[in-house]
C-alpha cells in the first residue's frame, strides 16, 4: 500500500463536454441523436467549423542569380571539396545544363540559415522597434535547392536532377549582385501572435532560434531498416518540409531568366507569410467527393469486385457543433 493509502488510480478528474449531442444538423434518425457517442450520425451539417491556416500578413520580392554553369560542383563525383551550395546532384551535370534547350525549375527546399550557422553571417528575426507586432527578417546566405527538368526541342523530358543555389552571399562571393542579388535584405511583418522556433543545438546547451518555415516539397519518407553511410560535411541533411506551421512561413517559385552555354540568369519569387490556424464558423455546398479513376472491364462476380468497381467511400459522418460565442468580439 502507497504512503498517500491511494488504492486506485480512478482518480481522475473528469471535465465533460457542454456541447456532446448537440448538431446543427438535418437528421431524421431519432436514435442518432440520442446516442451520437454510439450511433454516428449521416448527413450534411448546415455550418461547419474548420480550423483554417488565416494569413494574417504576407509579402514578396524577386531574386536574380547569374551563375556560370562551369564552377558548378557534382558533389557526387567529386567528394573532397566539402562544399554544400553551387553544386549538382541526383545525375545532373553541367553538360546537361550546357546542353539543355529549356529548364523547368522546382523550389523544393530553402536553408534560410537561422539554425546553427556556419560563419557570422546568418539570418536573423527582431521585434521592431517600439513596434511589439512586428518583426524584422533579415536575411543573409540563403541556399535555395531546385529540382530541374531538362527538357529537349521536342518537349520531352530527357534528364532530371537537383541544383543547389546561394542567394544573398558576401560581396566576395560568386553570384553577389547589388541590385539583383545582394548580401542581405530585410523587411518588416505583422506578427501579432509570435514567430517559429527551431531548436539549435538540442544536445548541449538548449537553445531556440526563430526561424522561417519553408514551404517545400520534401516528404518525410525516410530509409527504413537500411545501415546508411555516416554522413559527411559535403551533403546536406534534407528535413521534410511540405507541411503548413504557424508563424512566419515561405513560398517560393523559380524561373530561367536567360541562358547560354557558360551562364544561368536564374530568378526566384519569394512569398513570404504570417500564418496562424484559427477556427472558424462558415457555411458550405455539400460534401465534394473527388471523381472516380475509369476500370476497364472487369469479369467475374465476387464481394470484392463489386467494391471495386462501386462508388468511392465518402466522409458522410457528421461533426459536432463545439461552437461558442466569442467573448472579445462583440
Known sequence: MSKCNCTTNNDSKYFSTQSFGNFNINVTDSQSLLNPGVFAPI???????????????ESGLNLCRVVSIDHLVDICQNNTTGRTTDVLFDGLSRADLQN?????LQVVDIDFNFVCPSHYRYSEIKPGKNAPNISRVVLRDIDV????????????????????????????????????NPSNVAFDLYTPYGISFAAENPVGCNKLVPTINYIGYIAGDMCQGVAMEEATTMYKDFEPNNGVAQGISAQALARVIAADDEYLAIGITL????????????????????????????????????????????????????????????
Open 145 to 180: 535547392t531546385f529540382a530541374i527538368k531538362i527538357i529537349d526541342a521536342n518537349y520531352k523530358v530527357c534528364k532530371e536532377g537537383m541544383l543547389t543555389l546561394r542567394y544573398l552571399p558576401s560581396e566576395t562571393c560568386p553570384g553577389y549582385d547589388k541590385d539583383t
Open 271 to 330: 512569398y513570404f507569410k504570417v500564418i496562424y490556424f484559427v477556427q472558424y464558423k462558415f457555411q458550405h455546398e455539400g460534401l465534394c467527393v473527388p471523381p472516380k479513376f475509369a476500370l476497364s472491364a472487369l469479369g467475374g462476380e465476387s464481394s470484392c469486385l463489386a467494391f471495386v468497381q462501386g462508388d468511392l467511400l465518402e466522409q458522410s459522418i457528421l461533426p459536432l457543433s463545439v461552437c461558442v460565442e466569442p467573448k472579445t468580439i462583440k
Open 100 to 104: 539543355a534547350t529549356t529548364l523547368q
Open 43 to 57: 448527413g450534411e451539417p448546415r455550418l461547419l467549423t474548420m480550423m483554417a491556416p488565416v494569413v494574417f500578413d
